[in-house]
Structures are given as C-alpha cells and as structure tokens.
C-alpha cells in the first residue's frame, strides 16, 4: 500500500532550523509532485511548498519564501522541506502528499497524506 511518512518535526527556538523528511513507501516518487501542507491548531490547513516529480518546478506560500526550501531525492524515495528562520507562526503539523506530476495549489488534488509530524517553534 503506497504511503508516505513525515518525519524531522519537533521544538525550536524562533530563529532556527528543521529538516523535515517525506519519504514514501510502496511506490516510486519519481512520478510524482510533492506537496507539504501545514494546520495550525483553530486553523485550516494550507500549502507550504510543491516541487514537481522532475523537481524543476517549486513552489512556496508567500509566508515561507525566502526561509523554506524544498527538495528531492529521488534515489532515496525522499523529498526535503529545509526550514530556516523558524518563526512562532510556523508552529502547526506539517503533511506531506502526493500528485501526478506537477503541482497543484488545491489540496484537494493530493492523495496519500502522511500522518504529520509537529513544528513548534517557540521560546
């Protein structure tokens, strides 16, 4: 069964540095876009990042550019969100889910949603 699995969350002070891991499981990401999303608690959850299956395109929420970076490897089955500058705001569970191809800015059009991992960053 294809899944994918988030992994790197965890506390920082504001200012710092995560990397957070999607790696996938009963299928190749080569296919496939890759989106990271975020839900704050009372929030609805929205779209941090996106690079496309041939990782040529990236997307970036206006609220991270500038401090997030996306990434893949496809020889590890694994794509990055390297997170810098982490602010309080950032705290939220970060998904991960895939796509067809190329990205998409609806969270509707992504399958095989991780179970999350938690951010918080505070001091």
């Known amino acids: 069964q294809p899944q994918l699995v988030e992994s790197g969350g965890g506390w920082v002070q504001p200012g710092g540095t995560l990397r957070l891991s999607c790696a996938a499981s009963g299928f190749t990401l080569h296919n496939y876009a890759i989106g990271w999303f975020r839900q704050a608690p009372g929030k609805e959850r929205e779209g941090v990042s996106c690079?496309?299956?041939?990782?040529?395109?990236?997307t970036y929420a206006d609220s991270v550019v500038g401090r997030f970076t996306i990434s893949r490897d496809n020889a590890k089955n694994t794509v990055y969100l390297q997170m810098n500058r982490l602010k309080p705001e950032d705290t939220a569970v970060y998904y991960c889910?895939?796509?067809?191809?190329?990205?998409?800015?609806?969270?509707?059009?992504?399958?095989?949603w991780g179970q999350g991992t938690q951010v918080t960053v505070s001091s």
């Open positions: 889910a895939r796509k067809n191809y190329l990205c998409s800015r609806y969270d509707g059009d992504f399958g095989s």
């Open positions: 690079i496309s299956f041939t990782g040529g395109t990236t």
